[in-house]
């Protein structure tokens, strides 16, 4: 009989093993597939009160404790995540904070429900006035729902280097299964900072690279590109108007000429070797050549006016003959 009672026992502790789920803490850091937390601050809207934390910190799943001080019931931190998937919590969702030091005792932590359009702010725990003595908390969502925001409020700090009231917190965590892949947002943090504003797609950090894995600039392309028109914004001044000003001093085409023979390239035009080690900026290259353009039109201009006058000068040759030539013929009949 008493074996039986031991068999039975052992029996419900495995399956209370079993079917127990262990969050990550810092005690234990396993069972964070499905954090739909990581990387918040660039995947969601993430904004705080009162005593300040760095934000991306508390969501990039590295555990070290950061810390808030100054925190008190009238001076509450408050963190609000908003934007977050409005899938349903389905079987179930957890959310939760670890830290290392300096656990907050009284906190309270909410979710708003858009689920059927209830659109309210739902309790998911709340140590607002009895004390929670532990370095980390993982709860149940309470209430079935779509969670699109969350609240962290924390009440109390305790003292640590000189300072009181202060809060540690390495991680805020909403573990929501069906509602994310396994570290979806964690393993490629980059893909995350791709968002939607106003139907246009947006990446807001760092350096995009098509066909190279270390891209130097906004968009770096390894290859060609194929495209119908491309706009450049320029600044008025770059814009080379100013050859056709009155005081622009043009140099003479002798001038041009013997810079030419001596550098094999054109004035202000870099030359071969440099735009083989440094590349060529296409917006700097065209204000160049449009430079070129527009001293060339006003070479052209005076070259004109020079053809010009001499075939004035020409014409005015050409009737003094004819007159030269009357008078020769009327000389002759004499």
């Known amino acids: ?29 396993v069972g964070w597939e499905h954090n739909i937390l990581f990387n918040a601050s660039t995947r969601y809207t993430v904004t705080q009160q009162g005593p300040a934390v760095s934000l991306p910190m508390l969501f990039d799943g590295s555990m070290n404790p950061y810390y808030m001080a100054g925190v008190t019931p009238e001076n509450p931190a408050v963190i609000l995540i908003d934007g977050l ?30 689920y059927n359009g209830a659109n309210v702010w739902r309790i998911i725990a709340d140590y607002s ?18 969670y699109t925001k969350l609240k962290f409020t924390f009440y109390n700090g305790q003292s640590y280097n000189g300072a009181s009231n202060t809060v540690g917190l390495s991680e805020l965590f909403f573990i929501h299964p069906e509602a994310t892949t396994p570290y979806a947002g964690l393993l490629s943090p980059s893909l995350n900072n791709w968002k939607n ?17 270390a891209p130097d600039e906004k968009l770096t392309v390894k290859g060609k590109i194929h ?5 450049v914004d320029m600044l008025g001044p ?18 041009v000429e013997n810079y030419i023979n001596e550098n094999k390239h054109l004035p202000e035009i870099p030359s071969a070797l440099e735009i083989e080690k440094n590349g060529l900026m296409l917006a700097e290259m065209n204000m160049s050549l449009l430079k070129k ?9 005076d070259l004109n006016k020079k053809v010009n006058e001499l075939q004035d000068s020409n014409a005015k040759i050409v009737e003094e003959n004819k007159v030269l030539v009357q008078k020769a013929k009327v000389l002759e009949e004499k």
């Open 197 to 213: 504003i106003s139907g246009n797609v947006v990446y807001d950090s760092g350096n995009v690279g098509v066909g190279t894995t």
């Open 129 to 146: 006035s009895v004390d929670y003595a532990s370095y980390n908390l993982s709860v149940k969502v309470p209430v079935g729902g779509a």
């Open 1 to 29: 009989m008493d074996m039986k009672k031991i068999l039975l026992f052992s029996a419900f502790i495995i399956c209370q093993i079993t079917n127990s789920q262990i969050f990550s803490t810092n005690l234990t850091p």
């Open 238 to 255: 770059l814009v080379p108007d100013y050859v056709f000003a009155n005081d622009y001093k043009l140099q003479s085409l002798e001038e």
């Open 293 to 301: 353009i527009e001293e060339l039109t006003l070479y052209v201009i």
């Open 85 to 114: 998937p409005g899938y349903h919590t389905q079987a179930g969702a957890w959310v939760g904070w670890t830290t290392r030091y300096l656990p907050a005792t009284r906190f309270k932590i909410e979710g708003y429900d858009t």
């Open 227 to 231: 495209t119908q028109e491309v706009r």
